[in-house]
């Protein structure tokens, strides 16, 4: 069984940058291709970003592309994505979750196990 915990929300103003974090303890996630969701308030969840087991491919929404990056250490077993010019639109509960397949995906339904999320609060 893999937890992820997800840490570095916060409140930032439109603009600024903040750094999430997805630690996992249980197991490796070697061959696991990651992903980052958010919900916003009162929306349904929805796709971010995504980084295949190698560390060599990555997927964004078009939302986000160009501002945020997604990264992996795989020796410490983290997930990060680096978050910049940040709009109030990005408001929303940020989510790591992981898949056991080796490829990414946009898709909710195909990751499975998730972190409990933490909130990012961009003010205008």
């Known amino acids: 069984q893999v937890q992820l915990v997800e840490s570095g929300g916060g409140l930032v103003q439109a603009g600024g940058s903040l750094r999430l974090s997805c630690a996992a303890s249980?197991?490796?996630?070697?061959?696991?291709?990651m992903g980052w969701f958010r919900q916003p308030p009162g929306k349904e969840r929805e796709f971010v970003a995504s980084?295949?087991?190698?560390?060599?491919?990555?997927s964004y929404a078009e939302s986000v592309k160009g501002r945020f990056t997604i990264s992996r250490d795989k020796a410490r077993s983290t997930v990060n994505l680096q978050m910049n010019s940040l709009k109030p639109e990005d408001t929303a509960v940020y989510y790591c979750?992981?898949?056991?397949?080796?490829?990414?995906?946009?898709?909710?339904?195909?990751?499975?196990?998730w972190g409990q999320g933490t909130q990012v609060t961009v003010s205008s």
């Open positions: 979750a992981g898949r056991r397949a080796l490829d990414v995906s946009v898709k909710l339904y195909e990751y499975a196990y």
């Open positions: 980084i295949n087991w190698s560390g060599g491919t990555t």
């Open positions: 249980g197991r490796t996630l070697s061959n696991d291709a």
